[in-house]
């Protein structure tokens, strides 16, 4: 699924990165008082940087049970800084996950080829609502996004499944 979004976004966007939490802080030596800074405020499954530096999530979902769970999250998918939300789901939800998901959020869909056993790409089922408060982010931020990206790649590279 991930590798669907990546293709999905990959031609409009400066960086795609998986798995992008609060924890991924740096701390503001420029700040006074010198603060933590947080690229956002939960854990993000898929974080997209657009060529305008905005940003945009995707919350990835593969079972209607794992898609209830999320709406009892606190963060609720809110941050000041993300500008678009999307959930993306596997075809065979669609019927049911169109009746939970709040008409702010867009629509993802992954799309099975005709072997009906592979998905071959992602089509958008509807857009979501823009987030108007959110601005581009900075080079600082976008240098933090950068360096996940890259500590995410060489991560994957040195796992015994890679060398």
Not at 9 to 16: A, D, H
Not at 23 to 45: M, Y
């Amino acid at each position: 699924m991930e590798t669907l979004i990546y293709t999905y976004f990959e031609s409009g966007s400066l960086v795609i990165v998986p798995r992008v939490t609060k924890n991924n802080a740096w701390l503001d030596t420029e700040s006074d008082p010198i603060t933590w800074k947080n690229v956002v405020n939960h854990e993000c499954d898929m974080l997209i940087v657009s060529k305008k530096c905005y940003l945009t999530e995707v919350e990835i979902k593969i079972s209607l049970s794992d898609l209830k769970a999320d709406f009892k999250k606190k963060h609720q998918h809110k941050d000041e800084n993300i500008k678009n939300f999307y959930y993306a789901f596997p075809e065979e939800m669609k019927e049911k996950a169109l009746e939970l998901i709040p008409k702010e959020c867009g629509i993802l869909i992954a799309v099975k080829k005709e072997d009906g056993i592979q998905y071959r790409e992602i089509e958008c089922y509807r857009k979501p609502k823009i987030n108007k408060e959110a601005k581009p982010i900075n080079d600082i931020v976008l240098s933090r996004i950068y360096r996940l990206g890259y500590l995410r790649y060489w991560n994957y590279r040195m796992s015994g499944e890679n060398k």
